[in-house]
């Protein structure tokens, strides 16, 4: 069985300051990694995916995360959070692209001015 | 390009009562739509899965008599939630995708609405 778990429910970091978001999976076959953004009231924006090939993934407004295989994570990351990037941020897993999504719990971001 | 909808955002109903939410992929044709529930404050919990022109695949627990899917064309997936209780009070998100397509990058991502909220009194 699949399943995600996200190391801390919330983060708060200074504007400015490296943002780390910690996500570890467990999979019995090769999996698919994601990462979404949901702001207030919104349904979710992905941010990047993992499939195959380059472990690091570049996605949308600055984020980028590595899948590594050795320590089974998945860590979201981007040099400098910025004040719009306060939002609820969701690892997920799934076998295939296409295929069901298994969130993990979430983590909201806070970022101090 | 790969926007879904829908409608409607918000719905107060009565007990006992029927609501309908739409789905619909407003640029690209969706083969498999996906149903999930997020309680506040909480992650997202996937309901079902659906497949144009055939029934949908509940995931455990889910009462598929309470909770109808329909997934009638390529473009457009309902669900009905049956005799409402204030326990069914919850945000309600659909998210689509294409299926893999060869040689067009993408194309398999699961593309999310916005959400429908529906509370019940």
């Known amino acids: 069985a699949q399943s995600v778990t996200q190391l801390g429910s919330h983060v708060s970091v200074s504007e400015g300051a490296l943002v780390l978001l910690r996500c570890n999976y467990s999979s019995s076959v090769p999996p698919y990694l994601f990462w979404y953004v949901q702001y207030p009231n919104q349904g979710l924006q992905l941010l990047l995916k993992?499939?195959?090939?380059?472990?690091l993934v570049k996605g949308i407004n600055g984020f980028e995360a590595e899948f590594k295989k050795s320590e089974t994570s998945f860590h979201l990351t981007k040099p400098s959070a910025h004040m719009s990037d306060a939002a609820e941020y969701f690892c997920?897993?799934?076998?295939?692209?296409?295929?069901?999504?298994?969130f993990g719990s979430g983590t909201r971001l806070l970022v101090r001015p | 390009g790969a926007v879904v909808s829908q409608h409607p955002s918000r719905v107060i109903c009565k007990s006992g009562t029927s609501v309908k939410i739409e789905c619909r992929s407003l640029d690209f044709q969706a083969t498999t739509m996906f149903w999930y529930r997020q309680f506040p404050k909480k992650s997202l919990m996937l309901m079902a899965t659906?497949?144009?022109?055939?029934?949908?695949?509940?995931e455990q627990g889910v009462e598929k008599d309470k909770f109808l899917i329909n997934h009638a064309s390529l473009t457009l997936s309902t669900l009905t939630v049956t005799s409402a209780h204030p326990e069914d009070s919850s945000f309600y998100i659909c998210?689509?995708?294409?299926?893999?397509?060869?040689?067009?990058?993408?194309?398999?991502?699961?593309?999310f609405g916005p959400g429908t909220r529906l509370t019940v009194l």
């Open positions: 998210s689509a995708s294409r299926g893999w397509i060869a040689g067009e990058e993408g194309t398999d991502t699961q593309y």
């Open positions: 659906s497949n144009e022109g055939s029934k949908a695949t509940y």
């Open positions: 993992y499939t195959t090939g380059a472990t």
């Open positions: 997920a897993v799934s076998l295939d692209s296409s295929y069901k999504l298994i």
